[in-house]
């Protein structure tokens, strides 16, 4: 099982790289845009709870997203349509937070019940 979930955290991170250095249209929506950073990351942090039992792994591998994060954002500079931002990455960092947060619940409840 942790296979499987190791699999899947590999596409999402895959997936999270094309979405972000696929070459952008016209200026989006920034509510929205930073929305779509929230969520995006706080769902990687949520699949990256699945993957990990320890609370130490699991916080450095949170350590590592962000800084996966960062790098996609300074990556961005390169790509057509895209800008590096901070208030980006803002969104990223908290979206983190917040998967984290709620991983870390559901592992909780979910070994209760076992």
């Not at 916080?59 to 800008?83: D, K």
Request: glycine residues 12%.
């Amino acid at each position: 099982m942790k296979l499987l979930n190791f699999i899947v955290l590999g596409g999402y991170t895959l997936l999270v790289a094309t979405l972000s250095l696929t070459p952008g249209g016209g200026p989006g929506i920034p509510l929205w845009d930073k929305s779509m950073h929230f969520t995006i990351y706080a769902i990687f942090a949520m699949l990256a709870s699945a993957c990990i039992s320890s609370k130490r792994s699991y916080g450095y591998l949170l350590l590592v997203i962000g800084a996966y994060s960062g790098l996609l954002e300074v990556l961005q500079h390169f790509s057509y349509g895209r800008h590096m931002s901070a208030a980006d990455l803002l969104a990223n960092c908290l979206g983190i937070v917040f998967g984290a947060a709620m991983g870390l619940r559901l592992s909780s409840e979910l070994s209760q019940r076992n």
